[in-house]
Nanobody, 123 residues
């Protein structure tokens, strides 16, 4: 059974940092696996923030977070991270980790989801 559990959200002032963690279980790491972070602000559609292909380490970021956010993985700990620096009020959202195992990527969504962790950035 695939499970994803996020942690690390919270409230920070603009310019601050947070690191989100996503512990993954029930998944076999392969070249077909894509893991990502998504967010949904109140009243807005969900958007992909960053994604990583654990098989080769390739990463992608949405333009609004490039240079500020870093996605990474620790296979030994079955954990994916999102380091968020220079946070802005517009980064306020519920953040979800997700993954797909079908080899088709996770640019637009995921097959398996975590429960979400709230990030609030005040000005």
């Amino acid at each position: 059974q695939v499970q994803l559990v996020e942690s690390g959200g919270g409230s920070v002032q603009a310019g601050g940092s947070l690191r989100l963690s996503c512990v993954v279980s029930g998944v076999t790491y392969s070249s077909r696996l894509c893991m990502g972070w998504f967010r949904q602000a109140s009243g807005k559609a969900r958007e992909g923030v960053a994604r990583i292909w654990p098989g080769n380490g390739i990463t992608y970021y949405t333009d609004s977070v490039k240079g500020r956010f870093t996605i990474s993985q620790d296979n030994a700990k079955n954990t994916m991270y999102l380091q968020m620096n220079s946070l802005k009020p517009e980064d306020t959202a519920m953040y979800y980790c997700g993954l797909t195992t079908d080899g088709n990527g996770c640019q637009f969504g995921a097959t398996f989801w975590g429960q979400g962790t709230q990030v609030t950035v005040s000005s």
